[in-house]
């Protein structure tokens, strides 16, 4: 039996600007504060560990912040390539 392939329609729901506008709110602000207060908690958790207040924090908390930055400028690359 020779069956031909279904073809898969792909339907695309349309999306207002509000919504557009939330969810890249949203995904900016995981991007922006994840990493920061992630790091910030492990430096914590490492000082304690290792007892050398407050250098792992600082370090940890820089490198975080350089994490979001670099988060957010993908995003903004990803953003402006055409469709």
Do not use: Y
């Not at 792909?10 to 992630?38: H, N």
């Not at 975080?64 to 469709?83: C, E, F, H, N, Y």
Request: charged content about 15%.
């Amino acid at each position: 039996m020779n069956q031909s392939p279904k073809k898969e329609t792909q339907t695309t729901v349309p999306r207002s600007a509000a919504a557009l506008l939330l969810i890249t709110a949203l995904d900016t602000s995981w991007r922006a504060f994840v990493p920061t207060i992630g790091g910030c908690f492990l430096g914590i958790g490492l000082d304690h560990l290792f007892n050398i207040a407050p250098i792992a924090t600082i370090i940890c908390l820089i490198v975080g912040t350089v994490l979001s930055a670099l988060l957010i400028i993908k995003q903004l690359r990803d953003a402006r390539k055409p469709l």
